[in-house]
């Protein structure tokens, strides 16, 4: 069975967080954290949409839903989620790999060394 509050607990110690800056960041008091925590009170939805920006995960991630963590590239810009998109399908590519690199791996490797040059 699904324990929500010891999900809070564990995102909470993983983020460095006390419970009051956790309670800090969703607008609520440590002891309505700790209460979340010992799952005596649910948090609203407005309240676990900013726990699921503060921790990078998904509603579904936070309420046991889904198993998998997420990661938000929300602030990012286009040309650096592109540049993830097409990391995470070399990551998933099963196909057999040949010597050299595919025409991916280097769009990737141009597009990291473009990125992170410095002017």
């Known amino acids: 069975m699904f324990d929500f509050g010891l999900r809070i607990r564990e995102l909470r110690e993983q983020h460095h967080l006390s419970q009051e800056e956790l309670g800090l960041r969703v607008g609520r008091s440590k002891s309505v954290i700790s209460s979340y925590e ?6 609203p939805l407005d309240v676990l949409t900013d726990m699921a920006l503060v921790f990078h995960v998904s509603l579904d991630y936070l309420v046991g839903i889904d198993k998998e963590e997420m990661l938000s590239i929300r602030a990012l810009s286009e040309q650096q989620k592109k540049i993830l998109r097409t990391l ?3 990551f ?3 196909s057999p790999k ?3 690199l595919s025409d991916r791996q280097i769009f990737l490797l141009d597009s990291l060394l473009k990125e992170f040059a410095t002017p």
Do not use: C, H, R
């Open 88 to 90: 995470v399908a070399e």
């Open 38 to 43: 010992n799952n005596i009170k649910l948090p």
């Open 98 to 100: 040949y010597a050299g």
């Open 92 to 94: 998933q590519d099963t």
